[in-house]
């Protein structure tokens, strides 16, 4: 497809239904579709000045459902999907050559800047974005739901859900990463995402000039990330800084959070389930590289196992992984339980979190474990009595109350919580993981004591 260039302001709107006078009289939700039939393209172009793509879904394009072109324009996108692109095209890259660099990418969507532009991706989705690949050889590329890169004027990423999309490399590729999301030379904000089911080297990434990076009530919840891992902090130098807080990493296979090089500091988080090797050096949980630093609190973890040992953490570099006093040890009951999750993965008789997995286990490129449906019933709402938010009602679990509900930091946030009469409250402090400080925070049991004179 011809790369069509704006040099003035321009609004790309779906989801009219043909009698609308203006858009907020739309029906709310709808979307145009785009169809590439994996026989197209659909959307490239370059910017020099704004461009606004609202309510538009971009299905089976044979490359990428949207591109930008390197350009000093900034983008927003909102209320769009990206479902089923870059389907059987040879090399992720999209551009039929083998990708050398990992600057090329970016299945479900593509977005290249330049100079001081800014990058805007609010309330979309991006799914089923497959690369299987038709070629034995060649790399796989990076970012197959959506990649940013070069926004000098950062990338803010807010409310998108990322689910199974998957990235087969050929048997000669070192490069198929980063199935979800990869930020490039981009300070970027990713806040309340989900990332669920993805299959590839890596799930998520910030890697480059991303100093300031924040990943913030984001869940990371069963992704076979391999070595990579599921969020993977790989910046410029040890001393660049990100955040990862209030984020739930949850039954992956994978080390959780891969931090290669930068300063990281975590805090309100929950880490449970991520899976590892028998024999396995790398961590299930937090990896630390030796040119880079973390410093946790906090958090919530597995129990250490019974002979003392752990797995959950690891450094190259002694002293470079600090574990805050206020980190705790448990079961954090979610609502899909341990148990669920160990009878859907090969695992060895007998095995514990973190370690669950034997040996001699290796991924295959063609078939993750546990399976994507599997994967995407996992539900990692807090347990509470005092009621738990799903499918639009409250649900109580008797005699269950997390330990990670009002267990975060006291001086964070905690307003976004609800108060819900008959149910419960937000305990005055925020929950651990990827609800804490959101509607969706599972509640505190009211306490105290009800006189009721007649």
């Known amino acids: 497809m011809t790369t069509k260039a704006f040099t003035f302001p321009a609004v790309v709107r779906g989801g009219f239904m043909g009698v609308e006078n203006s858009p907020e009289e739309r029906p709310a939700g709808l979307r145009s579709v785009v169809d590439g039939q994996n026989l197209f393209d659909i959307f490239n172009f370059s910017n020099t000045e704004s461009l606004l793509v609202d309510s538009v879904e971009f299905r089976f394009a044979t490359k990428r459902g949207l591109r930008k072109a390197?350009?000093?324009?900034?983008?927003?996108?909102?209320?769009?999907?990206?479902?089923?692109?870059?389907?059987?095209?040879?090399?992720?890259?999209?551009?039929?050559?083998?990708?050398?660099?990992?600057?090329?990418?970016?299945?479900?969507?593509?977005l290249y800047g330049s100079g001081s532009a800014k990058a805007t991706v609010v309330d979309c989705r991006f799914e089923a974005n497959i690369h299987a690949q038709s070629t034995l050889y060649g790399n796989g590329g990076f970012g197959g739901g959506l990649f940013v890169g070069n926004f000098g004027g950062g990338a803010d990423i807010v409310r998108c859900s990322f689910a199974t999309n998957f990235m087969q490399r050929g048997f000669d590729s070192s490069r198929a990463s980063m199935a979800a999301l990869h930020i490039y030379n981009t300070r970027a904000t990713v806040d309340l995402c989900s990332f669920q089911?993805?299959?590839?080297?890596?799930?998520?990434?910030?890697?480059?000039?991303?100093?300031?990076?924040?990943?913030?009530?984001?869940?990371?919840?069963?992704?076979n990330g391999n070595a990579t891992g599921a969020l993977q902090v790989y910046l410029n130098s040890a001393t660049d800084k990100a955040l990862v807080e209030n984020c739930t990493f949850a039954y992956n296979i994978s080390p959780a959070l891969n931090c290669t090089k930068g300063a990281v500091a975590v805090t309100n988080c929950i880490f449970y389930g991520n899976l590892a090797k028998t024999n396995a050096t790398a961590a299930a949980d937090i990896r630390v590289a030796a040119d880079a630093t973390a410093s946790v609190d906090y958090c919530l973890f597995a129990v250490p196992?019974?002979?003392?040992?752990?797995?959950?953490?690891?450094?190259?570099?002694?002293?470079?992984?600090?574990?805050?006093?206020?980190?705790?040890?448990?079961?954090?009951?979610?609502?899909?339980?341990?148990?669920?999750?160990?009878?859907?993965?090969?695992?060895?008789?007998?095995?514990?979190?973190?370690?669950?997995?034997?040996?001699?286990?290796?991924?295959?490129?063609?078939?993750?474990?546990?399976?994507?449906?599997?994967?995407?019933?996992?539900?990692?709402?807090?347990?509470?009595?005092?009621?738990?938010?799903?499918?639009?009602?409250?649900?109580?679990?008797p005699q269950q109350l997390s330990p990670a509900i009002d267990a975060g930091d006291r001086r964070s946030d905690y307003a976004r919580e609800p108060e819900v009469p008959g149910f419960g409250g937000n305990g005055h402090r925020v929950n651990l993981g990827a609800y804490g400080n959101t509607p969706e925070a599972s509640l505190s049991p009211f306490r105290g004591s009800v006189f009721i004179v007649r």
């Not at 089911?197 to 890697?207: C, L, M, N, Q």
């Open 70 to 110: 390197a350009s000093a324009g900034d983008i927003t996108l909102t209320n769009c999907v990206f479902y089923g692109n870059s389907r059987n095209t040879g090399n992720w890259d999209g551009q039929s050559n083998s990708n050398t660099s990992y600057q090329n990418g970016g299945g479900g969507a593509g």
């Open 197 to 223: 089911g993805h299959f590839a080297e890596g799930t998520v990434d910030a890697r480059g000039n991303c100093s300031g990076t924040i990943f913030r009530r984001c869940s990371f919840v069963g992704n």
């Open 305 to 397: 196992e019974a002979d003392g040992s752990t797995i959950c953490v690891s450094e190259t570099t002694a002293g470079t992984l600090q574990i805050g006093s206020h980190c705790i040890y448990g079961d954090p009951l979610f609502v899909t339980p341990t148990d669920t999750v160990m009878t859907q993965v090969k695992s060895p008789v007998g095995a514990t979190m973190p370690r669950a997995l034997p040996t001699n286990w290796s991924s295959s490129w063609n078939k993750p474990i546990p399976t994507f449906t599997q994967v995407m019933g996992y539900d990692v709402h807090l347990r509470s009595y005092g009621g738990t938010w799903k499918g639009g009602e409250y649900i109580t679990y």
